[in-house]
């Protein structure tokens, strides 16, 4: 690509590049009317695509508008029509908690229903004979209360799969050594055992359905089996024969885009066993892992509160056992991650493949699988910024197998538990921390119909995802006016940002099958109180240089970039080592970091083999890493790689290896993590995009597209840091452009010198400003530059300012009769808009103008006149300041309207300005907060993460809050 070519790209940037929505359908309750009412306002607004699934929507006949009713394959067919015609992408929608994920042709006794191993205990004292019937699982026992969504529906059926005794030491302590497997004394479900010497329990493993299942749907839907073939292949036959009607297949043919989005894994066992489980579970692992799983069943037995993470085991063994458990434990989760991928992803893909569609999916979320190791089976990865909170080092866990092997990044963004509260500015810094980490498609969370049930929808209108949970982009919001403008300027940075390859300085090898995704929920203060998510996103964590998963900041602070993966990803067909750079063709890391205690030995010896080729390598001693946020635990790894992970009996071949590696020429290895980028200085290692100097404040990404070098640049400490200036070392000499995601414009920048065959590129950054710029190699390099300070040419302070006000309107009323022999009928509250001008004065907060009031939500215009006296070849810049962190947009003399960061509001007004007096209006949105707090919507909103931490009569809590063109208005020229 040359710098024409990319001017045209950024000009106007192609649907595929622009952020598309989840879209909440009120089941299929939605008229036909209604859904192309709203994929065509999508489209007017900008988005790029939609990706639709059936919420729970109160007061309507689930057997008629339910997942597989004969509505919503209507809605459906609709849904991908109109999409299509559009350019748009569709995405229909897969996950445990979404029905069209689980099957009505199935119950829970199914081959291909999910599975548990559930488990019944009997205490017997040492020489006491045991005779008789073994227990058995109660099947009809009320499961206990979950904090996921769905239920446990009816289960008969149940299978011995094992009988073990194990010798109690004390309380939940277990003398591993004593493990006796008793399957093969069972007659009939009847064991006549005695027990030895001491206290004993005998523990009886069987398997039954988890019964788990998800509504709404036209029938009883279960959660299908993620282990075992019968699963993918009953999902398989039932879109083949039911979903994909030839109506739909013709649709999908013409869409270039269309999907299948596979969300979250909120899959729940209910049973006292806590393990998930299958017919060929324990086959597998014999011929995966060389031994029986049966003996060791007591030890894995757990609970499981919400995600993985959270795992608590129920018996542990003696200490001198534990490092034999925790590697049983390991092989266990590892069968299950084999088995997910295998029987799972594999097969489904293939079938959407032949069926016009793509997988995209957030791999092994929630699940007690392997993070990263699914990432080469599906089309694109999704991680979500709920679940990491926004935190770049766990939105890095993704960005490893996502660029190795060369798959669309994408998030599910703008999920919190702030309905209607948080400014605009709040969602761009989660998009902007997003790009940061290579995440170059957003998804946002999302979008719903105003139109819905006609007993349970008020204004602002039908919930979607639940009034408690998960923001709203749609024509609901005051900001939905200047949408296209921002998704115009996400379409810039996703376009540039997509081209050619990632180019990433180190990869680091992690391997983790209960990684903390529940960053988001970690909004406790301690002391029972509730930390507000803008708080903690905006000063924890990440940015109070708290970084989760890597500790040591020092590559960050150099601007290096870096990326994590289970290391056997590297031994795949498709990635190579070309005696310098890992993936050469991909992210091309020039060196690898090793810090956990547990390595794969065949892993290891890969490895060296490329470290005896000239690859640089780092053996990272002392590390300490999350373990899970919300409880404050961390793992520390006193010697990296220090043992296999798994109970192999090859932790002396890996000690071998190990020894054999540092002994490489182009291998370090260090006790402090913080003398890390000094080792890897010193083996040669420089930053492709490095500071000059250490800066605390920014994240780079880099691409390189031939010729051209795109690199995104991030201050992200947008709530407690300062205005920034960074000098990026680019390599290679040319001319460096920098381009104005708000206007498409692609201009030469200032502020740019040579050092050597290096191209030194100086930017100052607001706190939550981002910034783009190429560098072009193919051409001759700028002479020196420095950036010039602006002049202000003008103080805007007086004002005419007037409100529009937002609030309940009337309530439509949408009915269709498709000769089915009933009407659907839905309402559609209007939004009233009141204008409430305040006259000439200072700019402040509308809660401050008498006018306005405190109780008002809108979108707010501010009028102004001005003199300039325009200098022939200068631009011009208007810097309003504060716009209350609401998405606006500048118009000048009439022109056309431009959009504003929200962290950072100038803009370039130097095309619309004339000579002498000009007029400025400023348009600047807000939130509903202020209008909702006033009417009471809140009142009786259940706090969804208090309930989770089991406070179910927390509330939701807000407040009034600014709003509004803030200022300082100022004209500068450059």
Known sequence: MSIEDLAKLVASPAIEYRPELRWWLAEGLHTDKTLRHEIETAHRLGFGGMEFLAMDEEAIDHSRYGWGAEEWVHDSQI?????????????????????????????????????ELDVTIEDLKGGGRREGALARIDLEAEPPAGILPGHRGTIRD???????????????????????????????????????????????????????????SASVNYTVNYVDPDGALAVIDYWDTVVLTPELRAQIAQNPRAQMYMDSLELTT?????????????AEFRARRGYDIAPWLPFLTRSVPFMAVGTIYHYEPLAEQSVTIEKVRFDYVRTLTDLYIENMLRPFAAFLHRNGMTLRSEISYGLPFELTRPGPEVDGIETESLEFGSQIDAYRLLGGPAHLFGKQYSSETGATTRNHMLDHRF???????????GITK???????????AESVTEWPGHEGMWSMFSERFDTRQPASEFYPLWNDAIGRYQAVLRQGRPRIDVGILRTDHFTDNTSGFAFGDGRGGRIPDEVAYGRMWMRDRQNHWWQDLGM?????????????????????????????DGPGYQALIVYQGELDPDVAAYVLSWAERGLKVLVVDGARELKQLATGEHSVYPHAAARTPGLDGRDDELAATIAALVAQPTVARIDDPARTVEALRGLGVTGRAEFVRENRSILTHLREDGDLLHVYVYNFLYETGQATTVELALPGRGAVHRIDAWSGAVRPHAGVRAD???TIVSARLAPGETALFTLDRSGAAASD??????????ELAEWRIAVESWDAGELEVITEDRGLGYESREVRPHTAVTRRDAGTGALRSWHEIAEVGPDVSGVGEYATRFGVDLVEGAKYLLQLGSTAGGLGSVRVNGGAPRGLDTAHPVVDVTDDLRQGENEVVVRVSSSLNNRLLARGYYDDLPDIMGQMAGDAGLMQKTHVREYGLLGPVRLVRE
């Open 79 to 115: 849904v991908v029509e109109e999409t299509t015609a559009r350019g748009m992408s569709v995405s229909f929608t897969s996950g445990t908690n979404w029905s069209n994920a689980n099957l009505p042709s199935i119950d829970a006794d199914h081959p291909a229903a999910a599975k």
């Open 158 to 216: 149940q299978h011995l799969v094992a009988v073990v005794a194990a010798r109690v030491v004390s309380g939940n302590i277990l003398d591993a050594e004593s493990l006796t497997d008793l399957t093969d004394q069972v007659s009939d479900e009847a064991l006549d055992w005695t027990a030895p010497d001491g206290e004993w329990k005998l523990f009886t493993f069987w398997m039954h359905g988890t019964g788990q299942t998800a509504s709404p």
């Open 270 to 282: 209910y049973g006292a066993g806590g393990l998930f489980w299958g017919r060929t579970v324990a």
């Open 427 to 437: 969602y761009d810094q989660i998009i902007a921390t997003q790009l940061a980490a």
């Open 442 to 452: 957003t998804v946002l969370h999302g979008w719903a119909s105003t139109a819905g």
């Open 556 to 584: 960050q602070d150099a601007g290096w970039t870096y990326e994590f993966f289970d290391g056997s990803l590297l031994m795949h067909d498709e990635v190579s080592f070309d005696g310098e750079l890992v993936q050469p």
């Open 756 to 758: 050597g065959d290096r």
């Open 785 to 794: 530059s420095e950036i010039r300070e602006p002049e202000t040419v003008a």
